[in-house]
C-alpha cells in the first residue's frame, strides 16, 4: 500500500483495521519480550549462578532500554517518520533475540535484553500514535486498544512457547535441540515476529499527520481519502492548522509560555506511572517464581502463568468493546476500583501466612482465594488500565507536541516499571504481604487521580486536543 494509492469511494473500515493491526504488531513484540524471561528467571539464575540483586538487574535490564528507547522513539520518529521507527523496532527485536539466545555470560546477556529493551520502547510509543493518527475518531478508541491486544496476546505467546519447550525439555534449564537449554530457545523464537513485522511495516502508509508536517498535505489527504472516505482536505487543513508552525518539533514544545509543562503532560506522565504502580508486570515477570515459592511445582506454575495471560486477552477484547461506547475515563475508575479489592486481598493473605524456612505457605483456602485474586487483578486491569492508558497516550495530546509528550509519558512508563521490577525480589524476601499492600495503595491512589484530573476523550478528533488541554465540557 503505497502513500499515493488513489483515493477510495467511501470509508475503508477494513483497510484502516488492516493498517491499524499491522502497526500494533510492535505491541505482540513488546509482550514477547516482555513476558519471555518469566519462563527463563530460574534457568537463568542457575546458569549463571547469580543472587537476588543481580537476577532483578537482569530482569529488569530490558526495562532500562525501554525507557530510552520510548524517550528517543517518539522524538525520532517526529524527525524520520513512524515507518522507519518501526522498521528500527523490528531489527532490534531480531538482534536481541539471537544475543540473548547465544550469551555465554551474564553480562552479555543482560546487553541484550537491553537492546530488545530498546525496540520494546520504540514500539510502546510508536504503535499508539500512528494508530491515533490514522484512524477515524468513531473507532479510534477500538482501534488503539488493538496496541493492548497485540501486547496481551504476546505475552501469551510468550507464555506459552516457554511452557512448551520447558516441557518437551523436562525443564526450563535441561538440553532441548543443538545443545541448547530450552530456555535460549525461548528467546530465539522472537526472531519470527520480528521478521514479519519488519517485513509488514513496509505495507502500510505513513502518518497523514506526520506528511503534513513534512510540508506534503497531498499525500497525506490521499491515505486520509482512503482510511476516512469523506472529509480528507477538511481534515488536512485542520492538521495544517494545528501544527501551524515553521520550525522542527522539539522537547521546549511541551512548556507554556510560563515555562511550565502543560497540565495535560503531566496527568501523562500521571497516567504512564500508575499503570506500573499497580505492580500488574510482577504478575507477568515473576509469577513462575511466586507461585513456585508457594508450593506449585514449575510445571504447575507454568499452567497458571498462561491461563492468566488467557484471562488478560479475554478482558482485553472487552475493553475494545465497550472503550468507545463506556468511554476512557469510566473504564480506568472501574478497573482502580477492581484491582485495590483484589491487591488488598492478596496483601492479606500473603501477609498473614505462616512462613517456613523464608517462604510463605498457603494453607487450606488461602492458595486458591490467592490464585483467584491475582485473576481479579489481571481482568480488572486488562479492561481498564492495561488498553486504555495507551488509547489516551496516543490521542490525549495535541498534533504540535504528540511525539515529545509521548516520548516524555513513555519514558515515565517504562522507569516506574523498572523500579517495580528490580525491587519485588527484595520486597518478596522482606514480606509478599508489603509488596501487594504498596501495590494495593497505589490502585487506590489511581482511582482518586483519574477523578481529579482525566478528562474524557471519546468521541474527539485529534485536532481538538489543542494548547495541551481538552476541550471544555469534555
Given at each position: 500500500?503505497?502513500?499515493?494509492?488513489?483515493?477510495?469511494?467511501?470509508?475503508?473500515?477494513?483497510?484502516?483495521?488492516?493498517?491499524?493491526?499491522?502497526?500494533?504488531?510492535?505491541?505482540?513484540?513488546?509482550?514477547?519480550?516482555?513476558?519471555?524471561?518469566?519462563?527463563?528467571?530460574?534457568?537463568?539464575?542457575?546458569?549463571?549462578?547469580?543472587?537476588?540483586?543481580?537476577?532483578?538487574?537482569?530482569?529488569?535490564?530490558?526495562?532500562?532500554?525501554a525507557a530510552l528507547g520510548a524517550f528517543f522513539g517518539g522524538r525520532i520518529a517526529d524527525r524520520i517518520g513512524r515507518l522507519k521507527v518501526m522498521k528500527i523496532a523490528a531489527l532490534l527485536f531480531f538482534l536481541s533475540a539471537v544475543g540473548c539466545a547465544i550469551a555465554m555470560n551474564l553480562p552479555f546477556f543482560i546487553i541484550f535484553r537491553f537492546v530488545g529493551g530498546l525496540g520494546v520502547g520504540i514500539a510502546s510509543v510508536i504503535a499508539p500514535a500512528y494508530i491515533a493518527e490514522i484512524s477515524p475518531p468513531a473507532i479510534r478508541g477500538r482501534l488503539g486498544s488493538l496496541q493492548q491486544l497485540a501486547i496481551v496476546t504476546g505475552i501469551f505467546v510468550s507464555l506459552l512457547v516457554d511452557f512448551l519447550l520447558a516441557e518437551a525439555a523436562g525443564g526450563s534449564s535441561e538440553i532441548l535441540w543443538l545443545g541448547w537449554e530450552a530456555w535460549r530457545w525461548m528467546f530465539l523464537m522472537m526472531v519470527v515476529p520480528a521478521v514479519l513485522y519488519g517485513v509488514l511495516s513496509?505495507?502500510?502508509?505513513?502518518?497523514?499527520?506526520?506528511?503534513?508536517?513534512?510540508?506534503?498535505?497531498?499525500?497525506?489527504?490521499?491515505?486520509?481519502?482512503?482510511?476516512?472516505?469523506?472529509?480528507?482536505?477538511?481534515?488536512?487543513?485542520?492538521?495544517?492548522?494545528?501544527?501551524?508552525?515553521?520550525?522542527?518539533?522539539?522537547?521546549?514544545?511541551?512548556?507554556?509560555?510560563?515555562?511550565?509543562?502543560?497540565?495535560?503532560?503531566?496527568?501523562?506522565?500521571?497516567?504512564?506511572?500508575?499503570?506500573?504502580?499497580?505492580?500488574?508486570?510482577?504478575?507477568?515477570?515473576?509469577?513462575?517464581?511466586?507461585?513456585?515459592?508457594?508450593?506449585?511445582?514449575?510445571?504447575?506454575?507454568?499452567?497458571?502463568?498462561?491461563?492468566?495471560?488467557?484471562?488478560?486477552?479475554?478482558?482485553?477484547?472487552?475493553?475494545?468493546?465497550?472503550?468507545?461506547?463506556?468511554?476512557?475515563?469510566?473504564?480506568?475508575?472501574?478497573?482502580?476500583?477492581?484491582?485495590?479489592?483484589?491487591?488488598?486481598?492478596?496483601?492479606?493473605?500473603?501477609?498473614?501466612?505462616?512462613?517456613?524456612?523464608?517462604?510463605?505457605?498457603?494453607?487450606?483456602?488461602?492458595?486458591?482465594?490467592?490464585?483467584?485474586?491475582?485473576?481479579?487483578?489481571?481482568?480488572?486491569?486488562?479492561?481498564?488500565?492495561?488498553?486504555?492508558?495507551?488509547?489516551?497516550?496516543?490521542?490525549?495530546?495535541?498534533?504540535?507536541?504528540?511525539?515529545?509528550?509521548?516520548?516524555?509519558?513513555?519514558?515515565?512508563?517504562?522507569?516506574?516499571?523498572?523500579?517495580?521490577?528490580?525491587?519485588?525480589?527484595?520486597?518478596?524476601?522482606?514480606?509478599?504481604?508489603?509488596?501487594?499492600?504498596?501495590?494495593?495503595?497505589?490502585?487506590?491512589?489511581?482511582?482518586?487521580?483519574?477523578?481529579?484530573?482525566?478528562?474524557?476523550?471519546?468521541?474527539?478528533?485529534?485536532?481538538?486536543?489543542?494548547?495541551?488541554?481538552?476541550?471544555?465540557?469534555?
Amino acid at each position: 500500500m503505497s502513500e499515493t494509492a488513489a483515493p477510495q469511494n467511501g470509508p475503508k473500515g477494513s483497510g484502516v483495521v488492516r493498517i491499524a493491526s499491522v502497526a500494533a504488531l510492535g505491541g505482540l513484540l513488546f509482550g514477547y519480550d516482555s513476558a519471555v524471561i518469566n519462563g527463563a528467571v530460574s534457568a537463568i539464575e542457575k546458569e549463571f549462578n547469580v543472587a537476588s540483586g543481580p537476577l532483578g538487574f537482569a530482569v529488569a535490564s530490558a526495562l532500562i532500554g525501554a525507557a530510552l528507547g520510548a524517550f528517543f522513539g517518539g522524538r525520532i520518529a517526529d524527525r524520520i517518520g513512524r515507518l522507519k521507527v518501526m522498521k528500527i523496532a523490528a531489527l532490534l527485536f531480531f538482534l536481541s533475540a539471537v544475543g540473548c539466545a547465544i550469551a555465554m555470560n551474564l553480562p552479555f546477556f543482560i546487553i541484550f535484553r537491553f537492546v530488545g529493551g530498546l525496540g520494546v520502547g520504540i514500539a510502546s510509543v510508536i504503535a499508539p500514535a500512528y494508530i491515533a493518527e490514522i484512524s477515524p475518531p468513531a473507532i479510534r478508541g477500538r482501534l488503539g486498544s488493538l496496541q493492548q491486544l497485540a501486547i496481551v496476546t504476546g505475552i501469551f505467546v510468550s507464555l506459552l512457547v516457554d511452557f512448551l519447550l520447558a516441557e518437551a525439555a523436562g525443564g526450563s534449564s535441561e538440553i532441548l535441540w543443538l545443545g541448547w537449554e530450552a530456555w535460549r530457545w525461548m528467546f530465539l523464537m522472537m526472531v519470527v515476529p520480528a521478521v514479519l513485522y519488519g517485513v509488514l511495516s513496509f505495507t502500510i502508509p505513513e502518518s497523514p499527520r506526520f506528511l503534513v508536517a513534512q510540508g506534503r498535505p497531498e499525500a497525506a489527504q490521499r491515505i486520509l481519502a482512503r482510511v476516512l472516505g469523506v472529509g480528507a482536505e477538511q481534515t488536512v487543513e485542520r492538521i495544517q492548522h494545528s501544527l501551524n508552525r515553521e520550525k522542527k518539533p522539539s522537547m521546549r514544545d511541551l512548556k507554556s509560555p510560563k515555562g511550565k509543562l502543560y497540565p495535560i503532560v503531566w496527568v501523562g506522565i500521571g497516567l504512564a506511572i500508575f499503570q506500573q504502580l499497580v505492580g500488574i508486570n510482577v504478575i507477568f515477570y515473576y509469577s513462575n517464581v511466586l507461585w513456585e515459592a508457594v508450593g506449585f511445582d514449575e510445571s504447575s506454575s507454568f499452567i497458571i502463568t498462561v491461563l492468566t495471560s488467557v484471562t488478560n486477552i479475554a478482558t482485553t477484547l472487552i475493553a475494545i468493546l465497550a472503550v468507545d461506547k463506556a468511554g476512557r475515563k469510566p473504564l480506568l475508575l472501574i478497573g482502580s476500583i477492581g484491582m485495590t479489592i483484589a491487591l488488598a486481598i492478596m496483601a492479606f493473605i500473603f501477609g498473614t501466612a505462616p512462613v517456613v524456612e523464608g517462604q510463605p505457605v498457603l494453607e487450606g483456602a488461602a492458595g486458591p482465594i490467592a490464585l483467584i485474586s491475582a485473576n481479579v487483578f489481571v481482568i480488572a486491569f486488562g479492561m481498564s488500565w492495561g488498553p486504555v492508558m495507551w488509547i489516551m497516550l496516543g490521542e490525549m495530546f495535541p498534533n504540535a507536541f504528540r511525539g515529545a509528550a509521548l516520548a516524555v509519558a513513555g519514558f515515565a512508563q517504562w522507569a516506574a516499571n523498572w523500579l517495580v521490577t528490580v525491587s519485588f525480589p527484595a520486597l518478596k524476601d522482606i514480606s509478599l504481604g508489603l509488596a501487594y499492600g504498596l501495590y494495593a495503595l497505589f490502585a487506590a491512589l489511581s482511582f482518586a487521580f483519574v477523578w481529579k484530573f482525566v478528562h474524557e476523550t471519546k468521541g474527539l478528533a485529534l485536532e481538538d486536543m489543542e494548547d495541551g488541554f481538552v476541550p471544555a465540557g469534555h
